[in-house]
């Protein structure tokens, strides 16, 4: 079967053969139907991030919806031909362990959430990651109803955010540098948007999660939250941010990252959207289109999830 692979650092995403996998003790081999395309991808071939996956070659796609195909010893609660989807993991498919690129992924079975039929497999592939990180973060920032919070990016991760922020009452300022989206991010409910999060400096804002991850989006973030505030870092765009220590320190701020989630996390979303509450700005793009797909995201000309069809 063919599959996308990261061969190397600084190297464009390469289309080679491979064999299919095979079920062994509690894993699944998932017929893939769906699979998102992140922007963690483009760090796993720019250098950002390629030290860290696993194996090269190695399949990218860690965002899988699919169909079981076959189940290995001592799987239970699964069946065969069942929708599901995989959660994301750090260590799991599509960053330690080929991915969902390909036509099949091994998958291990502790990892799968049931998908109703009310999902499609492109929006349940959005909950795998993108859904569950944007809720964990949140989380993880105690943002409840009233909390001022501030998103910086709306693309793929941002946008679930600022809906679920939105369901919770929060108040909700939004920084998204590509101003010709700035409408649609409106149409979410009541939100102010700007380019920059400094635009928000007056707001005292309680929490700002930076789904970016740009260096200076990190640095602005720590400007611009207010005394006793929490930033909580989530995109990795750039591996270092230059901040001012004196802002953590005499602002008395909390600074955490958040990395992912649980099939719990998944779980919830996908519950969500099977009630209509909640969407991803889905672009749909055929397996062919996969590479040229992640050289647009890296520079910068997609916007929403792009998730590939996979037959």
Not at 17 to 46: F, M, R, W
Not at 114 to 133: H, I, K, N, R, W
Not at 226 to 240: F, K, S, Y
Not at 286 to 307: C, H, M, P, W, Y
Request: charged share 20%; glycine share 14%; aromatic share 4%.
């Amino acid at each position: 079967m063919k599959a996308w692979q990261v061969i190397g650092a600084k190297k464009p995403l390469t289309l080679n053969e491979v064999n299919p996998p095979t079920a062994g003790p509690g894993q699944v081999v998932i017929n893939v139907k769906a699979a998102g395309i992140c922007h963690t991808d483009v760090s796993y071939l720019d250098g950002t991030l390629t030290h860290y996956v696993g194996e090269l070659p190695l399949t990218l796609g860690h965002e899988i919806a699919g169909t079981i195909d076959s189940l290995g010893e001592g799987v239970t609660g699964f069946s065969v031909g069942q929708r599901v989807v995989a959660t994301a993991d750090v260590d799991g498919p599509g960053t330690r362990t080929h991915g969902g690129f390909a036509s099949q992924v091994l998958v291990p079975a502790e990892l799968l959430v049931p998908l109703p039929d009310e999902v499609s497999f492109e929006q349940g592939a959005t909950a795998t990651d993108a859904g569950m990180t944007s809720m964990h973060a949140l989380n993880l920032g105690e943002v409840r109803k009233g909390t001022k919070v501030g998103i910086i990016g709306a693309g793929g991760l941002g946008s679930l955010a600022i809906q679920f922020a939105l369901g919770m009452g929060a108040e909700v300022y939004v920084a998204e540098i590509n101003e010709n989206i700035h409408d649609n991010i409106r149409k979410y409910g009541n939100v102010e948007v700007a380019t920059s999060i400094t635009e928000f400096a007056d707001k005292d804002l309680e929490v700002i999660v930076d789904y970016a991850g740009f260096g200076t989006t990190t640095a602005e973030a720590i400007e611009t939250v207010g005394m006793g505030g929490t930033v909580i870092q989530v995109g990795l765009a750039r591996e270092q941010a230059n901040i001012s220590a004196q802002s953590v320190v005499l602002k008395k701020l909390r600074y955490l990252g958040s990395l992912g989630g649980t099939p719990e996390d998944v779980a919830n979303v996908i519950s969500l959207m099977a009630e209509g509450k909640v969407k991803s700005d889905v672009n749909t793009v055929s397996f062919n289109q996969i590479g040229d797909t992640v050289e647009k995201l890296a520079r910068g000309e997609t916007t929403g999830r792009s998730v590939a069809l996979i037959d």
